[in-house]
């Protein structure tokens, strides 16, 4: 079965620093796209960035960046020069593969940005 | 406005009392989805949709049912709420079903059943 797995259950970061979510996933298939997900203490979820399994090149949008290594299905999430405003519940996705039109979620890294 | 609208948000009821929650989408999405989020356990796919009368379970479908009669609406009904269907709710929709669409989440709908 498909599986996606956050090991930090809590980040700490300093302002302006760059901070690595790291997001590891699990299929047997070789056509899937990956997510993340912002949800600030508002509760609202909130598209970051995608990365389909056969691009090439890593993600970025913005201060975002998608860490994508295929061979060790990690898909991290990079933040760079972080703002107060990026304290948040943070969730990689998966969709496709094995679980066909499934959405699968990560349990979720809830980052602290420190002034 | 481009959005994606659940109600009721906030709900608190009483267990076997049967509830509907709606969701609509204005976006022309074809997929629309149910998760459930629980601490710890992030959001758990209830059912989803591909496209009118398309249906198929997610991983937590017990308890809960859906229908997709029009394409912009997806509620999601529970029978007879029982405690453990205390949570918080999330409808969703995309442009497509394959892997490459983002989801459009509404705000949430908390549920307590007592």
């Known amino acids: 079965a498909q599986k996606i797995t956050q090991t930090q259950p809590g980040m700490f970061v300093q302002e302006k620093e760059a901070v690595t979510l790291d997001c590891t996933y699990d299929t047997s298939d070789q056509s899937y796209g990956l997510f993340w997900y912002k949800q600030p203490s508002s509760g609202e979820m909130i598209f970051l960035i995608y990365?389909?399994?056969?691009?090439?090149q890593n993600a970025t949008e913005g201060r975002y960046s998608l860490n994508f290594q295929k061979a060790r299905k990690s898909a991290n999430l990079v933040i760079s020069a972080s703002q107060l405003g990026d304290s948040a519940m943070y969730f990689c996705a998966m969709r496709g593969g094995t679980g066909g039109f499934k959405t699968i979620f990560g349990a979720g890294t809830r980052l602290f940005v420190k002034a | 406005e481009a959005q994606v609208t659940q109600n009721p948000r906030y709900l608190i009821t009483v267990t076997g009392k049967k509830l509907t929650v709606t969701c609509s989408q204005n976006?022309?999405?074809?997929?629309m989805s149910w998760y459930r989020q629980d601490p710890g356990l992030g959001l758990r796919q209830i059912y989803y949709s591909m496209n009118v009368e398309v249906t198929d379970k997610g991983d937590v479908p017990e308890g809960y049912k859906v229908s997709r009669k029009e394409k912009r609406n997806f509620p999601l009904i529970l029978e007879s709420p029982s405690p453990n269907q205390t949570s918080l709710y999330f409808c969703?929709?995309?442009?497509?079903?394959?892997?490459?669409?983002?989801?459009?989440f509404g705000e949430g709908s908390r549920l307590t059943v007592l």
């Open positions: 969703a929709s995309s442009l497509s079903g394959g892997h490459t669409g983002e989801l459009f």
């Open positions: 976006m022309n999405h074809e997929y």
């Open positions: 990365q389909g399994s056969y691009d090439e």
